[in-house]
């Protein structure tokens, strides 16, 4: 960055014929006067240093990603479909799981599920074939 821009980012830039104690005082950065004391210029300068802060971070940021970005965006990318994937086993597994389990508890069951119908028992209400 310049030195006009270092100016321009933190106090702004000086209109001509203005005198330097003026543009400090009507700076973005907050200074402590007459009007307002100390205390409440700290916490009017720590206000600003969060934005100040928060816009240099957007600014790295920005400049990260242009170099970085499509790089990590690869991995990333890569990331998201084994993720997808270790789901999908994750809830096939959690099925089988399921099935085994009422298959052990429900006897009963294991000819339905094997498609074996003609050997299940009969109810009072049922004929014998």
């Known amino acids: ?3 006009a821009e270092k100016l321009a980012v933190t106090i702004g830039a000086r209109t001509p014929g ?5 543009h400090l ?6 200074a402590p006067s007459a009007a307002q004391g100390f205390e409440a210029t700290a916490i009017a300068v ?3 240093a969060g934005r ?8 790295l940021s920005g ?5 970085y970005g499509q790089i990590y965006n690869d991995g990333i990318a890569w990331l998201m479909r084994i993720r997808t ?3 999908i086993a994750l809830l096939a597994a959690l099925a089988l799981m399921g099935a085994m389990v009422v298959r052990s508890h429900c006897p009963g069951l294991s000819g339905v ?3 074996d119908l003609d050997h299940r028992r009969l109810g009072a209400g049922d004929q014998a074939e």
Do not use: C, H, K
């Open 25 to 30: 005082y009507d700076a973005p950065i907050p």
């Open 52 to 59: 100040m802060a928060e816009n240099v971070a957007d600014f």
């Open 85 to 87: 994937a270790t789901r």
């Open 113 to 115: 599920a094997d498609g």
């Open 63 to 67: 400049i990260w990603a242009q170099g």
């Open 18 to 22: 203005e005198g330097l104690i003026r």
């Open 1 to 3: 960055m310049s030195d």
């Open 46 to 48: 720590e206000l600003w």
